[in-house]
């Protein structure tokens, strides 16, 4: 069984983080302040970032290696994320929202296999609105169907459920544990809420200002 | 009877600078957007260039880039057997320079424009940079080019300055609509000066109704 092995720096200007732990299948909360760089280790797993120094590797692939001059491309690293704001394609229905995140196959097919993700997420209804026109709670199960549209190994969760209102919380929060459960994937959450980590956290990360510090299970 | 040759050839020569400073313009602004570097307000000033210069001034440049005994201009004429001055493809290449500047910023700062995270997000689910840009970028940046497309259409349209200098002014060849207004009221022909007037005005009336919208609708 393949871990995510985190082991790195990450730095923006005037901002620097040490991030390590290794997380497996099921769901790993990252919990810490604000500013404590925990969006920033995500950034750097999906690669829009690249770290200083360290290493990221998932099972016998490596994402990130500096000192080896190894940075894989967001596109190649299948792992799939989910913003605070969903970050949707806002001129693309939500289908093809979710049908430009298969791979592989063409665009019929990618529609076939979107459409069975959207009926998942339940939201299967809204497939062809007007993606500007949902709520937030829809648009964040939109964005819960594209990140795992292209098979994604890794699942990476930027404060997904910050912005909903207490009952769309509820329902994402268990919709996110099914989904991780049923599809056997390692998932990141960044979270400030301590609801998020009772009721989802397999395992916790914890984060003060520029670096990790303890991981309980 | 009023000659609609000027008219025809100004649609004709700005039609055909449009579409080359949409496709040279929105790939610059592109690159300009995406790779900064210190060469990039540098390469950006000079693409500017064509909407401070006076358009005499533009024209002369060009005249002297392209001109029969440059370097560029005899290329051009061993590759297509005729010089590029004072023939249509000269008002051509003279209206899509004042036209690029317009397309090139606009396009720049809606490419900007554009969230960052939201691009992320298209490179995370596995598009590859030429599929971000054609899927999710320029579409996302479609309002902001169109209003820089119109007004470089417009600016294009209305060139003077720098079509005279490097097309000259041959009626019936290279005569466009601005040109046959000014040598109308030079040989005190009112009717045409007039006419010639209200359709040029007309169209500048409705790009800047076009562009109106465009920015409202955004709101």
């Given at each position: 069984m393949s871990n995510l092995i985190v082991d790195v720096r990450v730095e923006v200007p005037g901002f620097g983080v040490d991030a390590a732990f290794v997380a497996g299948r099921g769901i790993t909360v990252l919990s810490g302040p604000s500013g404590s760089g925990k969006s920033l280790t995500l950034a750097a797993i999906a690669g829009t970032i690249r770290p200083v120094r360290g290493h990221i590797r998932c099972g016998d692939v490596t994402f990130a290696e500096p000192a080896r001059s190894v940075h894989l491309r967001s596109q190649d690293r299948r792992v799939g994320m989910v913003y605070q704001h969903a970050a949707l394609f806002e001129h693309k229905s939500p289908l093809d929202n979710v049908a430009l995140a298969v791979r592989n196959v063409g665009l019929a097919a990618a529609r076939v296999v979107a459409a069975e993700l959207l009926e998942r997420v339940g939201v299967a209804a809204l497939a062809t609105a007007k993606t500007r026109s949902l709520s937030g709670g829809e648009r964040q199960r939109v964005a819960l169907a594209r990140a795992l549209a292209g098979e994604a190994r890794v699942l990476l969760l930027d404060e997904p459920f910050s912005s909903l209102d207490a009952a769309a919380r509820q329902a994402m929060r268990q919709l996110v544990r099914s989904l991780v459960d049923e599809r056997g994937v390692i998932a990141l959450l960044v979270t400030h809420d301590a609801q998020d980590v009772d009721a989802l956290a397999d395992r916790v990360v914890g984060y003060e200002p520029g670096q990790t510090v303890a991981a309980t299970e | 009877m009023t000659d609609w040759f000027p008219l025809w050839l100004s649609l004709r020569v700005s039609a055909i600078a449009t579409v080359l400073a949409v496709v040279f313009g929105v790939a610059l602004a592109y690159l300009l957007a995406k790779w900064q570097s210190r060469w990039t307000s540098v390469v950006e000033a000079v693409f500017t260039l064509p909407i401070v210069l006076p358009p005499t001034v533009l024209g002369y440049y060009l005249l002297t880039l392209l001109g029969t005994r440059s370097t560029l201009g005899r290329t051009w004429e061993s590759?297509?057997?005729?010089?590029?001055?004072?023939?249509?493809?000269?008002?051509?290449?003279?209206?899509?320079?004042?036209?690029?500047?317009?397309?090139?910023?606009?396009?720049?700062?809606?490419?900007?424009?554009?969230?960052?995270?939201v691009e992320q997000a298209a490179r995370v689910v596995g598009m590859s940079e030429w599929k971000v840009a054609r899927v999710?970028?320029?579409?996302?940046?479609?309002?902001?080019?169109?209003?820089?497309?119109?007004?470089?259409?417009?600016?294009?349209?209305?060139?003077?300055?720098?079509?005279?200098?490097?097309?000259?002014?041959?009626?019936?060849?290279?005569?466009?609509?601005?040109?046959?207004?000014?040598?109308?009221?030079?040989?005190g022909d009112e009717a045409t000066a007039r006419t010639g007037s209200l359709v040029l005005g007309g169209i500048a009336v409705v790009v800047l109704i076009f562009v109106t919208q465009i920015f409202a609708r955004r709101r």
């Open positions: - | 590759l297509f057997g005729a010089p590029l001055v004072f023939t249509q493809s000269g008002a051509v290449v003279a209206a899509t320079v004042s036209a690029l500047p317009f397309v090139i910023r606009a396009a720049r700062a809606a490419i900007s424009n554009v969230d960052p995270r999710v970028t320029l579409p996302l940046a479609a309002r902001g080019i169109g209003a820089g497309v119109a007004l470089g259409f417009a600016r294009a349209l209305g060139d003077f300055g720098a079509t005279v200098m490097l097309a000259g002014n041959i009626p019936g060849q290279t005569q466009t609509l601005p040109v046959a207004v000014y040598d109308a009221v030079q040989a």
